[in-house]
């Protein structure tokens, strides 16, 4: 069965760094792109990247572009989002996601067929 597992969340202060993890099995990794979504409570859910099924087209949502890298590595079946220059604002809980097959990774979030658990993350002095 398909399954996503995130990892790297927890507690930084803003400024800092962190970097989530997604662990991909139960499908062939590299003939899917994927995206990261976010989710405060209270709040709906908000698309902030993602990337091609060989990460060579690349998309972010204003609120993390120049701060957030994702990358793959299709021979270890991973997704990485790089954060950087963390706020407050960037708390939430973080989801990977596969996106269906043949679609655009470019802010769909309908175009998701399977989420991940989530990783929270905490930006906070």
């Known amino acids: 069965e398909v399954q996503l597992v995130e990892s790297g969340g927890g507690l930084a202060q803003p400024g800092g760094s962190l970097r989530l993890s997604c662990a991909a099995s139960?499908?062939?990794?590299?003939?899917?792109?994927m995206s990261w979504a976010r989710q405060v409570p209270g709040k709906g859910l908000e698309w902030i990247t993602g990337?091609?099924?060989?990460?060579?087209?690349?998309y972010y949502a204003d609120s993390v572009k120049g701060r957030f890298t994702i990358s793959r590595d299709n021979t270890k079946n991973m997704l990485y989002l790089q954060m950087n220059n963390l706020k407050p604002e960037d708390s939430a809980l973080y989801y990977c996601?596969?996106?269906?097959?043949?679609?655009?990774?470019?802010?769909?979030?309908?175009?998701?067929?399977?989420w991940g658990q989530g990783t929270q993350v905490t930006v906070s002095s």
């Open positions: 996601a596969k996106v269906a097959y043949g679609r655009s990774p470019s802010s769909a979030l309908e175009d998701i067929d399977f």
């Open positions: 139960g499908f062939t990794f590299g003939f899917y792109a």
């Open positions: 990337l091609d099924s060989d990460g060579s087209e690349i």
